[in-house]
């Protein structure tokens, strides 16, 4: 979870160095399926530019971690996000680590999606 943690830290941050030391270089980001801009973003670079492109428009965002859980293949990270100009809402997220580097995440929007990609139905 400590990967997680510190490459979540980075990214809120802003701090692209710092979040790449954590991501593995084939990285998949797999936005939420009701994402207007769905997709899968892929490597570094992609993700990279994923995050400019965002920041861009968006600002950087501010976020409170609400809870993260080690569900053992992934991590369950649930928190609020704020954005200016624009309600908070909540984002769910579960990364995958191997070999001490992010390879995975896939963001969604609604709890229920996140817990039934991993097989759950309660909250962990």
């Avoid at 980075?10 to 980001?29: K, S």
């Avoid at 996000?81 to 909540?90: K, P």
Wanted: hydrophobic fraction near 40%.
């Amino acid at each position: 979870m400590e990967v997680v943690r510190g490459c979540f830290d980075a990214w809120i941050r802003g701090d692209v160095d710092a979040m790449f030391a954590l991501i593995d270089p084939d990285i998949e980001w797999h936005h939420d399926p009701d994402d207007p801009e769905a997709s899968v973003t892929r490597g570094r670079t992609e993700v990279h530019e994923m995050m400019t492109h965002r920041w861009a428009y968006l600002g950087s965002p501010d976020f409170d971690v609400e809870s993260i859980e080690d569900l053992g293949d992934e991590v369950f990270l649930d928190g609020r996000y704020y954005l200016q100009g624009v309600e908070s809402s909540h984002l769910y997220t579960l990364w995958r680590v191997v070999n001490g580097k992010v390879a995975r995440v896939r963001a969604f929007w609604h709890r229920d999606q996140a817990l039934q990609a991993v097989g759950l139905e309660q909250a962990p």
